[in-house]
T-cell receptor, first 113, second 117 residues
Framework: DSGVTQTPKHLITATGQRVTLRCSPR?????VYWYQQSLDQGLQFLIQ???????AKGNILERFSAQQFPDLHSELNLSSLELGDSALYFC????????????FGPGTRLTVL | GENVEQHPSTLSVQEGDSAVIKCTYS??????FPWYKQELGKRPQLIID?????GEKKDQRIAVTLNKTAKHFSLHITETQPEDSAVYFC????????????????FGTGTQLKVEL
């Protein structure tokens, strides 16, 4: 157990819908990262927040957005869902940014039908 | 942006043999190189990482080497055991040097390691 928690574990929804994935970092960690893992794209970085502020951005779609709250938990919002959004979404956390070790949560498996 | 290539995509070894996985990266500013192990349907777990100020790091049966000139790094697992069977990912990051503290990991495509009895 890495100490990073994610909810829900599984999510099944329909195309066009909107969902919210939640992540709580390890105690003391200020950075939260979101990654998408799919069979055809592998593990892809989406976005990083550090203490409430966006710190780095990957190839995150405009339909996706994220935020980190004052209590440091983070939410990833996915809207206008498409079949291709079906994937495992991982959250990771680290103490700070830079080269701090990132610890991954158990992931949320999203299935879009 | 950064591009990380990983080889081989699959690797089958006999129990007790050594396994080597190789990665190359494109961004010479990269300074942090972690390796993750992922079992089916589970989270990636860090097994070892190396920063650009060292050339080699070892932790029991696992070692990583880094050649900054050639821009490649490798994972070495000795005395492999069946529980080593999993997918292994390498990754690279510029670790905030050019990104104001950002630590975006760019992952390789993974190596499916199978340790046979």
């Amino acid at each position: 157990d890495s100490g990073v928690t994610q909810t829900p574990k599984h999510l099944i929804t329909a195309t066009g819908q909107r969902v919210t994935l939640r992540c709580s970092p390890r105690s003391g960690d200020l950075s939260v990262y979101w990654y998408q893992q799919s069979l055809d794209q592998g593990l892809q970085f989406l976005i990083q927040y550090y203490n409430g502020e966006e710190r780095a951005k990957g190839n995150i779609l405009e339909r996706f957005s994220a935020q980190q709250f004052p209590d440091l938990h983070s939410e990833l919002n996915l809207s206008s869902l498409e079949l291709g959004d079906s994937a495992l979404y991982f959250c990771a956390s680290s103490v700070g940014g830079y080269t701090d070790t990132q610890y991954f949560g158990p992931g949320t498996r999203l299935t879009v039908l | 942006g950064e591009n990380v290539e990983q080889h081989p995509s699959t690797l089958s070894v006999q129990e007790g043999d050594s396994a080597v996985i190789k990665c190359t990266y494109s961004d010479s500013a990269s300074n942090y190189f972690p390796w993750y192990k992922q079992e089916l349907g589970k989270r990636p777990q860090l097994i070892i990482d190396i920063r650009s100020n060292v050339g080699e790091k070892k932790d029991q049966r696992i070692a990583v080497t880094l050649n900054k000139t050639a821009k490649h790094f490798s994972l070495h697992i000795t005395e492999t055991q069946p529980e080593d069977s999993a997918v292994y990912f390498c990754a690279a990051s510029t670790g905030g040097l050019l990104t104001g503290g950002g630590n975006k990991l760019t992952f390789g495509t993974g190596t499916q390691l199978k340790v046979e009895l």
